[in-house]
């Protein structure tokens, strides 16, 4: 059976009732999955990235808890213990990459490896929409984080920018 499918299938079992953290997760895995692709990233990053991307904000759930936060920070934090037991479940094997893009997705300084801007990129489309980001901020972020020909491209399209 597919990995990525199951993973997904954990996914809404873990959020049950949450079509909007479930939405946003499947969203920035079809981005993340979209521009990987046409980027030519490799397989073994491919499935690493859409793993992560699937997964980026597991840790959601556990910040609310513990904290009564969702900050990104704190995501960063309690998302890879959470995501370590899922991708277990599921027999995941060398899943350290994985859990350093879930423990980095909002860390845009340093960014090493295109599975990790990518990640970055998609989660960034996703927000921007979700939360009716201005025009202003949306060049912004283009200027100083998008990196990737295609990110870029999606990014300029979908929100009508001009670089």
Not at 107 to 123: C, F, H, S, W
């Amino acid at each position: 059976m597919n990995k990525i499918a199951l993973l997904i299938q954990e996914l809404i079992k873990y959020n049950h009732g949450d079509k909007k953290r479930i939405g946003h997760a499947l969203k920035v895995h079809s981005y993340a999955k979209t521009i990987a692709i046409l980027e030519k990233v490799n397989e073994y990053d491919l499935f690493n990235l859409e793993s992560a991307a699937i997964l980026h904000d597991i840790g959601i759930k556990v910040c609310e808890e513990k904290y009564n936060s969702a900050n990104g920070k704190l995501q960063e934090k309690e998302g890879p213990a959470v995501a370590r037991e899922i991708l277990e479940s599921l027999d995941y094997k060398n899943i350290n990459r994985i859990l350093f893009l879930i423990g980095h997705h909002h860390t845009y300084t340093n960014v090493a490896g295109m599975d990790y801007q990518i990640l970055i990129e998609a989660d960034f489309l996703v927000n921007f929409e979700e939360e009716n980001t201005d025009t202003e901020a949306i060049k912004k972020v283009y200027k100083n984080i998008f990196k990737t020909k295609t990110g870029k491209e999606f990014c300029r399209n979908i929100f009508d920018i001009s670089p």
